[in-house]
Nanobody, 128 residues
Framework: QLVESGGGLVQPGGSLTLSCAAS????????VGWFRQAPGKEREGVSC????????HYADSVTGRFAISTDAEKRTAYLQMNNLKPEDTAVYFC???????????????????????WGQGTPVTVSS
């Protein structure tokens, strides 16, 4: 099970850090993806990190503003979001693939079907 937290209302230019906590399995052995879905839009990949932790990818729209990280001891992944824009408003989800070690060398940001486990989502609203 994955549980996201940290969403909320923030002004443009502000920052938020989303957390993704795993229960029942060791998230440190899994690749992690962050996705988002805005009202009326399709879900899109935001960022991912490979299970080796050597590869990261970001959507063009968030490159330079968002950063993905993990904490092995806490079995938690994070998405640091800086310089937030109104177009970042969405429900954010974290996800993990079916097996530990999948996406070892490279993570996949473009194929949500590659991810088996999903959290319930945390809403982020960027507005003044």
């Amino acid at each position: 099970q994955l549980v996201e937290s940290g969403g909320g209302l923030v002004q443009p230019g502000g920052s938020l850090t989303l957390s993704c906590a795993a229960s029942g399995f060791n998230l440190d052995a899994y690749a992690v993806g962050w996705f988002r879905q805005a009202p009326g839009k399709e879900r899109e990949g935001v960022s991912c990190i490979s299970s080796s932790r050597q590869d990261e990818h970001y959507a063009d729209s968030v490159t330079g503003r968002f950063a993905i990280s993990t904490d092995a001891e806490k079995r938690t992944a994070y998405l640091q979001m800086n310089n937030l824009k109104p177009e970042d408003t969405a429900v954010y989800f974290c996800a993990a693939p079916r097996r530990a070690g999948d996406m070892f060398l490279q993570c996949d940001l473009n194929t949500a079907d590659e991810y088996e486990y999903w959290g319930q989502g945390t809403p982020v609203t960027v507005s003044s």
